[in-house]
T-cell receptor, first 113, second 115 residues
Framework: GENVEQHPSTLSVQEGDSAVIKCTYS??????FPWYKQELGKGPQLIID?????GEKKDQRIAVTLNKTAKHFSLHITETQPEDSAVYFC????????????FGKGTRLSVIA | NAGVMQNPRHLVRRRGQEARLRCSPM?????VYWYRQLPEEGLKFMVY????????ESGMPKERFSAEFPKEGPSILRIQQVVRGDSAAYFC?????????????FGQGTRLTVV
């Protein structure tokens, strides 16, 4: 089955700097890669996703890149703000209709004002 | 359009009691996933259900745990004879259709504490 590795586990950046979180996956058949943000005491919130037919997707300060050959994908947050502080999870899912999302272990991002 | 609704938000049970966690998917969504999260850890898949069917229960312990998603009403995750190790946050997600590249939206979770 799918295995997702996520790095780093913790990340501290100064406000205004960029943050990058990286994930690798094992199943070459996986074709959907969402990212979730989880604030303390809340459920994961879908913030951006990418499908295997594109290499990059951007939404304001957030971008995700995908390298299918190397089986890794990354989340990029530019101009970080204190409200970006949260735990971020990457996930991957295969093409079969019956496969659930498999998550990385998460990255705790702290944006220091 | 209300999001995924889970209740209760917090549940305290004594060892040996039963815990029932409810999840109402987003309107128009017929696929439900349950995940478990331990403190400082990621989300671990438990079970995937469609209306009246269990599609994948490979992540759910075979004893004491069961799940259903009836034709009418919310999905229920049931834990019988709870033990301290069952203490965790349980999240439900829903999606509108089958297919691996479908967005899944999470509820706010139920935090189960076993005392």
């Amino acid at each position: 089955g799918e295995n997702v590795e996520q790095h780093p586990s913790t990340l501290s950046v100064q406000e205004g700097d960029s943050a990058v979180i990286k994930c690798t996956y094992s199943d070459s058949a996986s074709n959907y890669f969402p990212w979730y943000k989880q604030e303390l005491g809340k459920g994961p919130q879908l913030i951006i996703d990418i499908r295997s037919n594109v290499g990059e997707k951007k939404d304001q300060r957030i971008a995700v890149t995908l390298n299918k050959t190397a089986k890794h994908f990354s989340l990029h947050i530019t101009e970080t703000q204190p409200e970006d502080s949260a735990v971020y999870f990457c996930a991957a899912v295969g093409n079969s209709g019956n496969t659930p999302l498999v998550f990385g272990k998460g990255t705790r991002l702290s944006v220091i004002a | 359009n209300a999001g995924v609704m889970q209740n209760p938000r917090h549940l305290v049970r004594r060892r040996g009691q039963e815990a029932r966690l409810r999840c109402s998917p987003m309107k128009g969504h017929s696929h439900v996933y349950w995940y478990r999260q331990l403190p400082e850890e990621g989300l671990k898949f438990m079970v995937y259900l469609q209306k009246e069917n269990i599609i994948d229960e490979s992540g759910m312990p075979k004893e004491r745990f069961s799940a259903e998603f009836p034709k009418e009403g919310p999905s229920i995750l049931r834990i019988q004879q709870v033990v301290r190790g069952d203490s965790a946050a349980y999240f439900c997600a829903s999606s509108p259709r089958t297919g691996g590249d479908t967005e899944a939206f999470f509820g706010q979770g139920t935090r189960l504490t076993v005392v």
